[in-house]
């Protein structure tokens, strides 16, 4: 049976994409301290516009990053706000998101990130790096 070619996604894109990812060059890892309370940090210049790969080592990391010029600050306990009904949700001011120890996630990072912060669930390290060339 002849197969039409064009009836097949073409994987090219993804294939490109694919080699772009790397793994921690020499001097650049950040193997960042978390501990139950927020931290909040700068975003490093070389990360502005990219993909950082953090792998959460010890506990649960939770992080949020702000892009509006005010200080990112991460509550693990933050709730959404729930009002009426149907419900309407309303995100909370310090939410943020989760990666579970031993796993790790790439996060882009917006080309206008000022501050992220960082939380653990206990005491354990984010290992930042960039994810992509």
């Given at each position: 049976?002849?197969?039409?070619?064009?009836?097949?996604?073409?994987?090219?894109?993804?294939?490109?994409?694919?080699?772009?990812?790397?793994?921690?060059?020499?001097?650049?890892?950040?193997?960042?301290?978390?501990?139950?309370?927020?931290?909040t940090?700068?975003?490093?210049?070389?990360?502005?516009?990219?993909?950082?790969?953090?792998?959460?080592?010890?506990?649960?990391?939770?992080?949020?990053?702000s892009?509006?010029?005010?200080?990112?600050?991460?509550?693990?306990?933050?709730?959404?706000?729930?009002?009426?009904?149907?419900?309407?949700?309303?995100?909370?001011a310090?939410?943020?998101?989760?990666?579970?120890?031993?796993q790790?996630?790439?996060?882009p990072?917006?080309?206008?990130?000022?501050?992220?912060?960082?939380?653990g669930?206990?005491?354990?390290?984010?290992?930042?790096?960039?994810?992509?060339?």
């Open positions: 049976m002849a197969l039409n070619k064009d009836v097949f996604v073409s994987y090219e894109k993804a294939a490109q994409a694919a080699a772009s990812l790397r793994g921690a060059l020499r001097g650049e890892p950040y193997p960042i301290t978390v501990t139950a309370t927020n931290k940090f700068l975003v490093p210049a070389e990360w502005k516009g990219a993909l950082v790969r953090i792998q959460a080592e010890g506990a649960d990391v939770y992080y949020v990053i892009v509006d010029g005010t200080l990112a600050v991460c509550d693990k306990a933050a709730a959404a706000g729930e009002a009426g009904n149907p419900i309407v949700l309303t995100a909370p310090q939410g943020c998101g989760r990666i579970f120890a031993s790790w996630l790439d996060i990072f917006p080309s206008t990130a000022t501050t992220f912060a960082l939380q669930s206990a005491a354990g390290v984010a290992r930042c790096h960039l994810a992509e060339t």
